[in-house]
């Protein structure tokens, strides 16, 4: 069962292979996703400062029965903060509204900040503030692994290039139709595990004819197949939901797609529009 598997990150951290993403839920709702999750199984919950429900998430975390050590909590540096300061002050405003002594995973959410994501200015100081700081709350014994979140090659360049401590995983964009090779080979050549958010593309991929035929094939879902390619290519997908069916149906991924399902899906035609979703910098917008 997925639920119980785990990847082990570059530093020796176990971290399970399916996680919760918290995006779009409220503070007020996340109490109760993360007590669902963890009652179906789910050990891995991902939030983020800019999400403003890591409040929610810590409260489900403490009221979900299951004993911290067994949960593993991800949480992101908000992409406005840029300075060693400021980057120190966010790391433990994030503790304290979560409620925790540690965070499992804390990652910068993006290089640039989202108002200037298409901009020619790639922060290359800033980033490296920030990572400073993380290194300093990995050193410390308050983040157990530390990460990236949308970083290019540049990006990562720029921190393996003066860090002390290397970044553990990379998390982007990458579901059926869009997956980032170079960037994904580049990411697992230096030692990171490469998390997939929107592994069903922000639903997109749920009006593809295609991919419901062959979910059909393997008397799956589209979400599942989805969350099943993810995991065939070693990534770590993230979907995300406070439905409770879904998080069981999303955790039902015991079977394998074949090796040229593998290759058609790889080599699908982009999404393009992302719906509601595309005003996003992460999915085109500005």
Known sequence: MILKEKYTLSNGVEIPKLGLGTWFISDKDAVQAVKDAANIGYRHIDTAQAYQNEGGVGDG??????????MFVTTKLAAEVKSYQEAVASIDQSLKTLGLDYVDLMIIHSPKPWAEFAGADRYFEGNREAWRALEDAYQAGKLRAIGLSNFETADIDNILKSCSVKPMVNQILAHISNTPQALIQYTQDNGMLVEAYS??????????????????KYHVSVPQL????????GFLPLPKTANPAHMKNNADVDFVISESDMEFLKNMAQIKDYGDASVFPVYGGN
Request: hydrophobic fraction near 40%; proline fraction near 3%; charge should be positive.
């Open 199 to 216: 592994p069903i593309g922000h639903g997109e991929l749920l009006k593809h004819q295609e991919l419901a035929a062959m979910a059909e």
């Open 226 to 233: 989805g969350i099943r390619y993810c995991l065939q290519l």
């Open 61 to 70: 975390i403490r009221a979900c029965g299951v004993k911290r050590a067994d």
